[in-house]
């Protein structure tokens, strides 16, 4: 008989420059996160119609390929999933207004910003709660 796998929280990492992308998902990797890749908010948006509910973070950049921004997905992403940590981040400025509980960081951020959130939304999710501070 097989072992079976133990469930791994997963995150959705939506980053159209390949190198920040690929940084964010061995950052996550690391911590013992699935990750789903999207260049583009249409493509996420894809994941969000299938996946949502199993997801427990969703990080995007403002600025990504295609006709959509991050803070349109981040609106997107909270009507699937209202309990899914959502972070937007962005070199510049915004100027445009998020959903309730979402998160802004300007870049750049810290690494380990990034492990520390998805290990309190992996903490809320076992234990269906808040996530720990």
């Not at 939506?14 to 911590?31: F, G």
């Not at 403002?62 to 609106?75: K, P, S, T």
Request: glycine share 6%; charged share 25%; aromatic share 4%.
């Amino acid at each position: 008989m097989g072992q079976s796998k133990p469930h791994r929280a997963t995150a959705l990492i939506v980053e159209d420059d390949p190198m920040q992308r690929n940084m964010i998902c061995l950052l996550l990797e690391e911590s013992e996160v699935d990750v789903i890749e999207c260049e583009s908010a249409e493509a996420a948006e894809l994941v969000l119609e299938r996946a949502a509910g199993s997801l427990v973070l969703m990080m995007t950049d403002v600025q990504l390929a295609g006709n959509m921004d991050g803070v349109e997905l981040a609106h997107i992403a909270r009507k699937y999933n209202p309990e899914m940590g959502v972070i937007v981040t962005s070199g510049k400025p915004l100027h445009q207004e998020l959903p309730d509980g979402v998160q802004f960081w300007a870049k750049p951020w810290a690494p380990l910003d990034v492990i520390r959130e998805a290990e309190r939304m992996v903490y809320a999710r076992e234990h269906g709660g808040e996530p720990r501070p």
